[in-house]
């Protein structure tokens, strides 16, 4: 398989990285962002053109209010700060996930920098922030049904592209590589419909220790892989 085209992140562990030093689950995510600023940069660097990241999904609502207050204010410092960076390079930033849940000032950055962004080609981040791939199915099969409804389509127009095209990931290639770090091997909500066919990737490594050298080794194995999509591989024997 050539270099993925589209590069899907399940950034897990922080809590545990923190644990195992005697530290407050927040210190890794503290460290957790800083990550996220060295692997945008080297997967730039790499030649990826898509990079999805899962940062808070819509249950991690359910965690103690210090914990996602924290969250919000590393959010909020993030987008005001390391995000310039990105604008500075020329980075197209969009998002994913229930924007409505967050306050008024994080959604304006959020629309702000797709706006200033939306231009921009070469490489594309996509922060998943507060989102849950059932719910973004549940979004599409409503935005469909008004239509059937209204009498714009017919039942029998939907099919695979049709119900793609009203996923938040509409504009965006499927994921060719997901990478699940901090040990779990679950999906967790992730791009439910989108991962159909993608490779996973899991590794111990908690996300704040995740670095440029475990990118790349995740990549060569990614590359080694062969992918089938149901067929067979034309230079077996039948
Ligand atoms: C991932 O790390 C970050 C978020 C979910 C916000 P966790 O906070 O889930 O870390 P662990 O899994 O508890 O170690
Ligand atoms: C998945 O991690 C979500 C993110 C990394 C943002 P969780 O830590 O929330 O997942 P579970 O609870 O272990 O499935
Ligand atoms: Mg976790």
Partial sequence: MHLPKHVAII???NGRWAEKRGLPRTAGHKVGAETLKKILTHAQKKGIEVIT???FSSENWKRPAEE???LMNLFRTYL????KELIKKGIRVSFIGERERFDADLQEQMNRL???TADFQGFHVVLALSYGARNDIINAARQIAAKAAGGQIKPQEIDESF????LSTADLPAPDFIIRTGGEERISNFLLWEAAYAELYFTSVFWPDFDEKALDDALETCQRR???YGGLNMKQKI
Wanted: charged content about 35%.
């Fill in 163 to 166: 119900f793609s095209a009203h």
């Fill in 114 to 116: 797709e706006r200033q």
């Fill in 11 to 13: 950034m897990d562990g």
């Fill in 68 to 70: 996602v207050q924290t």
């Fill in 53 to 55: 990241l899962y940062a």
């Fill in 226 to 228: 062969e992918r089938r």
């Fill in 80 to 83: 005001k700060n390391d995000v």
